[in-house]
């Protein structure tokens, strides 16, 4: 079975804040993705990364930042949480040019007040 | 420029057949997703296509066309279970993976 684990599933953190979402996959996937979905807004892409190291913003990356430093950990960063970051935040894995399946994790819900 | 459109919302009935569509406009174009999302719970997999035609899965078939840039989901034999939201997604060639709104589809009894 796939896991990507997504480390907390309700955060509720304050406005000024730094906030890490951490997703961890056990697949050697290549490739990681975070979104956030809103409702009548869908998913969202905010970064996504191809290797260790790499990353490339998304459609709305202002607001956050992402790092990889190992193959299996991808991060999300907002530096200083802001109410319009209240989301729930998914984090997904591909296997890189030959994958055909994108794996999902439970997602994250961020509440920030 | 890169965009995914779908219905907002549809309605249907338990037994019944329903179709989703799906329209893209994307430059460098790989593949196209269809994802199942019930409420507060993640997306879950239904289907990849990446040739023109259509992929039959059970009571689920997703049929793409390149040339049109048009996607549909077929859902048969409808129950209720099936009332969630349908995502079509693209797969881009520099592997970016980009979703439509989403459609919430009611199952009436």
């Not at chain 1, 109410?83 to 997904?92: E, K």
Request: net charge neutral; charged share 25%; with cysteine.
């Amino acid at each position: 079975d796939v896991k990507v684990t997504q480390s907390s599933r309700y955060l509720v953190k304050r406005t000024g804040e730094k906030v890490f979402l951490e997703c961890v996959q056990d697949m050697d996937h290549e490739n990681m993705f975070w979104y956030r979905q809103d409702p009548g807004l869908g998913l969202r892409l905010i970064y996504f990364s191809y290797d260790v190291k790499m990353k490339e913003k998304g459609d709305i990356p202002e607001g956050y930042s992402v790092s990889r430093e190992k193959k299996e950990r991808f991060s999300l960063i907002l530096e200083s949480a802001s109410t319009n970051q209240t989301s729930m935040y998914l984090c997904a894995i591909k296997q890189g040019a030959s994958g055909n399946t994108i794996y999902f994790g439970e997602g994250s819900w961020l509440t920030v007040v | 420029g890169q965009n995914i459109d779908q219905p907002t919302e549809m309605t249907a009935t338990e037994g019944a057949i329903v179709q989703i569509n799906c329209t893209y406009q994307t430059s460098g174009f790989n593949g196209l997703f269809w994802y199942q999302q019930h409420a507060g719970e993640a997306p879950t997999f239904l289907s990849y296509n990446v040739l023109d035609g259509l992929e039959e899965k059970g009571r689920f078939s997703s049929f793409l066309s390149r040339s049109k840039g048009y996607s549909y989901l077929l859902l048969k034999e409808l129950q209720m279970k099936d009332s969630a939201s349908y995502l079509c997604a693209g797969l881009l060639r520099d592997d970016k993976i980009i979703f439509g709104k989403g459609t919430r589809l009611h199952i009436l009894p």
